[in-house]
């Protein structure tokens, strides 16, 4: 299979899903040729704000090759990640990200994730969602506890 | 209870799974000064890399409570949110977060961020994730269906 055939397995997902009442949005994950998980965007039916599409093909892709780790794998989703996703996508290792749909696309039919692009980049004290430090010292003692744990597991 | 309480509870919560093998952070979701949910980081024991605390204290909230949408509630988190957790936040309309320890403190125990956050800062092409426009044209077929659709369930 080539590239096109598994966006368009993407875009098929994101067009399904409308129909079935979810948001426009649908991803695949590939290793070696393959698709080994797909995801829909179920935020809405499954009263899940976290279950866009890349983040339930990357929970999926991580429970049917049993590891937290996607290296070696590339992600194809009908429309460019928000910064959420994009940051699963990091923490995954997925390789390469494939998009059909931009931003700006998203953004022109209701999807406007730039203001959190844009609060991201602030530093914390400029952000309009409130930050406060609360209790830092008490909070120490689990980075040493894990600092000190000889056979934990780093990931 | 006190603010200071509620941080506590996530710190103990990010204790007590460093001694159950996960990674040092917890969390606890706060709506009208009454717990809803917690969260830890089970990353490696759920092979999910996106089941950080936060993460998994707003999926378990959101079970709760029958809802994809938290406003009015608070987020108490034994350490800064990472940029993922961080969108999972925005899209999840928590109103405060309150953290412990900083990414800072986290970055000195082999939990740095700081990667994630400059490259979600850059253009998509400057970022060192290769990211690929693909058949953007057919894309669009789903967004104009949900252009179209009348009883969609926005969010």
Redesign the interface.
Known sequence: ME??DF??QA?AL??E???Q?G????AVIVKDGEVVATGTNR??A?????AHAE?SA??AA??RL?????SGCDI?T???P?????????????????????KA??A???FDDS???E???LE?DRRH????????H??????R???E?AD????
């Open positions: 590239k096109e966006m368009r875009i994101s067009e899903n409308v129909r009442g948001g426009p949005f649908g935020v809405t499954s009263h899940d704000p976290t983040v990357i929970r991580c429970q049993g590891t937290f780790d996607l194809y009908s429309c460019e928000c910064p959420m996703c994009l940051g699963a996508i990091y923490w995954a290792h997925l390789d390469h990200i494939y998009y059909g749909n931009n696309d998203a022109r039919i209701g203001f959190i692009y609060e991201l980049s914390r969602k409130p930050m406060t430090e609360l209790l830092p008490e909070a120490k003692a689990a980075f506890a894990w600092e744990k934990k597991q780093a990931y």
